[in-house]
């Protein structure tokens, strides 16, 4: 992946013209950034790790597999949120002590007994995709950092196709897991948009949800199994399909982000490889219309694989990227729908009296087929346009229906009274990807035409929002977890008792607490 961007270098965008057209008159005059900092140039503070530490490190993965190098600590120094690539546009960076590639889950264990003993924190890294501080360089009140790299625990460890479950190493990416199960005709499933990069151990972590979780839920759902390395013992959960012994563990670990142990196998549902895909877009005068038909939808069940709508303002932007910018005052919020696999005239009649009686009006299939093409495609835009001086991040969150729209504008005026305050003019666009039949996500892109210092201006408006988000009653976060950037508020969510319980489990696995310091419960003083 392009170290200070997202994805492949060679994918890298121009702005459409008709976007370079639009972004003055929505957010006025633009700064043009600074010039970035050249990967040859970017300063880092001197290695912490002694010798002694690197050598018991490369006795466990092997020499060629314990990296101090600028080139890999720079590239393991975050993740990919707007905040991570504006440092790493910095000359001076912070950076892991050590990048150490564990081949097993021998090794994991091995290396935790090691981080452990020499007072090291460690931060587990797979495809390097956290949009939430998830993987800061972050080392606490421990005298060194390292990055524990599983991209080496890779591949397909069994497949049960009688059970309909695969078991796949942590390491192993959404497009080898995919690769792999669709040599033996079966297939995941799960298509978040950092698909092309992020692993199956970090679905796991962050409890991912993907484009196609109307059809086959969130990832979390596909979980029957986990093996896990933390540093007081292993644990390898999900006896069977359904038990009644005791409070189900495998939970424990979705959604943890590496705090309480490295998740090293994941055991999951998989299907058949769909044999059919019909693509059908629909139009709606509004947001509101269009969230109805969704509702009606999720509420109805047995509807498309993906269901996604956008506002009146992603839908012109949309429009935008394709030239279409005559058009945009002529349309209203858009859906697409997708659906795979058995039944889909039965399904799509059904979706299609639904969406038609919320007031929807089928667009044909052009729009939902564009919208697949690229749908791994939009953090290139973004990089774009930071490129050009504009500020661009996304956010999301969730609620049930009956309060979709009031959370939705307490969001948007929290984002739109931040950037004002910051002296800028800001655009916000906002989608439902993921629904369910008492609620759905909000998933909000906003760009800004920032004068001031962007990191600090985004950590205050992103604080008001997220109290805005707790104070309307939505959650913190629907899919990109909690990192460190969501940590403050989680005991918002769910409560001092919850929190302590959180403390309780990592203090039992993690008694010196070396794992992923401030991710997810804020550290405390002292």
């Given amino acids: 992946m392009r170290w200070n961007g997202w994805g492949d270098p060679a994918k890298e965008q121009d702005l459409p013209r008709a976007v370079r057209t639009l972004l003055p008159l929505l957010l006025g005059r633009i700064r043009r950034p600074e010039e970035a900092v050249a990967l040859p140039d970017v300063v880092l503070p001197d290695s912490a790790l002694t010798d002694d530490d690197l050598d018991a490190f490369r006795a466990v993965v092997g020499v060629e597999h314990v990296d101090v190098s600028s080139d890999a600590r720079v590239r393991h120094a975050g993740g990919r949120s707007t905040p991570d690539l504006l440092r790493r546009r910095m000359p001076r960076q912070d950076a892991p002590d050590a990048i150490v590639r564990a081949g097993t889950h021998a090794d994991v264990v091995a290396c935790l007994t090691i981080a452990s003993e020499r007072d090291l924190a460690v931060i587990p890294f797979g495809g390097g995709t956290s949009v939430v501080g998830a993987l800061d360089p972050e ?277 739109r009274e931040g950037f004002a305050a910051e002296r800028a003019k800001s655009y916000i666009m906002c989608h439902v990807s993921h629904i369910y039949p008492t609620g759905a996500s909000l998933y909000f892109t906003v760009l800004a035409g920032l004068r001031s210092e962007p990191l600090d201006a985004w950590h205050r408006v992103k604080s008001a929002v997220n109290d805005a988000i707790i104070a309307s009653g939505g959650t913190i976060s629907h899919h990109h977890a909690v990192g460190r950037d969501h940590a403050a508020w989680l005991e918002h969510e769910i409560g001092e008792t919850g929190i302590r319980i959180l403390r309780a489990i990592k203090r039992e696995l993690d008694p010196t607490g070396i794992l992923n310091p401030g991710a997810v419960i804020a550290e405390q003083d002292g």
């Fill in 139 to 415: 080392r606490g009140r421990h005298r060194g950092v390292v990055s524990l790299d599983l991209r080496r625990l890779s591949g397909l460890i069994a497949l049960d196709e009688i059970s309909g479950e695969a078991v796949l190493a942590a390491g192993t990416s959404g497009p080898e897991a995919e690769a792999l199960l669709a040599a033996r005709g079966y297939e995941l499933g799960h298509y978040p948009q950092s698909f092309r990069y992020a692993t199956i151990g970090g679905f796991a972590a962050a409890r991912s949800s993907g484009q196609n979780s109307a059809g086959h839920g969130r990832f979390e759902t596909m979980v029957t199994g986990i093996r896990v390395a933390t540093p007081t013992g292993v644990l390898e959960l999900g006896r069977s399909p359904g038990s009644a012994a005791g409070p189900d563990l495998v939970r424990v670990f979705l959604g943890s982000e590496g705090i309480f142990g490295v998740i090293t196998e994941v055991r999951l549902r998989v299907h058949p490889v769909p044999q059919e895909r019909v693509f059908e877009a629909w139009t709606f005068r509004d947001f509101a219309s269009g969230a109805d038909g969704l509702r009606r939808v999720a509420q109805r069940g047995g509807g498309p694989t993906v269901i996604r709508l956008s506002d009146e303002a992603e839908t012109a932007v949309s429009l935008a990227q394709v030239g279409k910018i005559g058009k945009l005052l002529a349309k209203g919020a858009g859906v697409v729908t997708v659906y795979e696999g058995d039944d889909i005239a039965e399904r799509r009649a059904r979706t299609a009296e639904l969406l038609t009686q919320a007031g929807g009006r089928s667009s044909g299939q052009g729009a939902a087929e564009d919208w697949l093409e690229g749908r791994f495609d939009g953090p290139y835009l973004r990089d774009s346009l930071l490129d050009a001086g504009v500020f661009c991040e996304t956010l999301e969150t969730a609620t049930t229906w009956s309060n979709l729209q009031n959370l939705r504008d307490a969001v948007e005026s929290a984002l």
